[in-house]
């Protein structure tokens, strides 16, 4: 497959298998006063290599290799990040340069995004999740009392996507960002919902297939973030499934993962639109998250999810805002009150 660029609000993507060997032209074509370069500790030991080749050729004046997962996602990370840009002084014409999951890519947005008010920045994400979802759309963001509580939207100039990395991903890992591909495919394309469905086999990171997956992917997301960048209406979609997921997360003290979570919010989306808005994909949607080995069944009961789902970060109300399914490629946000749902749920 061929190297795709797309324009992204003042960034550019450019997806394919090889673009990570652009990087190098594009840093000398920047001319940045200083670069740093952070990197996912497990992406540097899976691809020793190929980090070792481009940190030769980029020659950063400051080189960081962090953990990734959740731990890593604080306050205390960032501030380490400004004093070591700021001890090695640079300036707002230096770049930074992350590569690795969404964790590394949050982390070091919000970095280059408050450093100096903003000092240039490419993202090169490494797991499926953060190559299929959570690298477009300049989302950033760091845990402090609750998940994500403290972010900016900032776009990197470039975003280097390269299915090379995805080929060492633990399989949970890859579970985690076929959820969010599934949940593209209800939002805006049918033909990924298809092709799931044709390749019933587990699809991993060797199938030539999960390119195509995650092309797909990208463009509905980019869609739709183009429309609207911070999220005051039609961004809210992409939201499907994580109303019920970020409180399953939650009561699960994070054991059960965020692609977990969100394969049960969508299949609990899937049967409320199927009650409440005669929405017949249901048994359909649910067969192509198990066929995928994704979990459909919520483990816990309403009242154990209630304190969890009005208590969402940026939510202090009875009401809550479900994202259903009319049909597929047509989402739509609905405001519920808890006590609806509770009827809701007793019918489902
Ligand atoms: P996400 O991208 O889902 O937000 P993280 O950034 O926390 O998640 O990454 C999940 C885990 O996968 C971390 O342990 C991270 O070190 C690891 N990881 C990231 N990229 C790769 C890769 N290409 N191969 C193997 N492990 C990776
Ligand atoms: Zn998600």
Redesign the pocket.
Known sequence: MSIITYNHLNGKIIFGRGSIHILEQLIQDMKPYKKALII????SR?HNQLINELSSTINPDLHIEL????QTKTIDTVRELWINLYEKEFTRTSVLIAI?????GDLSGFTASTYMRGIKFIYIP??L??QAD?CIGGKNGVDFKVKNLIGTFYIPTYTIIDPI??T???KR?FR?GLAEIIKHGIIGSEKILKMLEKNMQEINAQNQLIEKLIRLSIEVKLNIVELDYKESGVRRILNLGHTFGHAIEKISDYKIS?GEAVSMGIATAARISKYTLGFTGEKRIINILRNHNLPTEIPYTLDEMEEALLHDKKRWSDKLTLILIREIEEVIPMDIELEELKRVWEAI
């Open positions: 996912d500790e497990n992406v899976f953990p990734g997962g959740e690795g999951g969404g964790v590394i490494t797991t999740l953060a959570s990395f995805i060492t991903l633990p890992e985690n965020h």
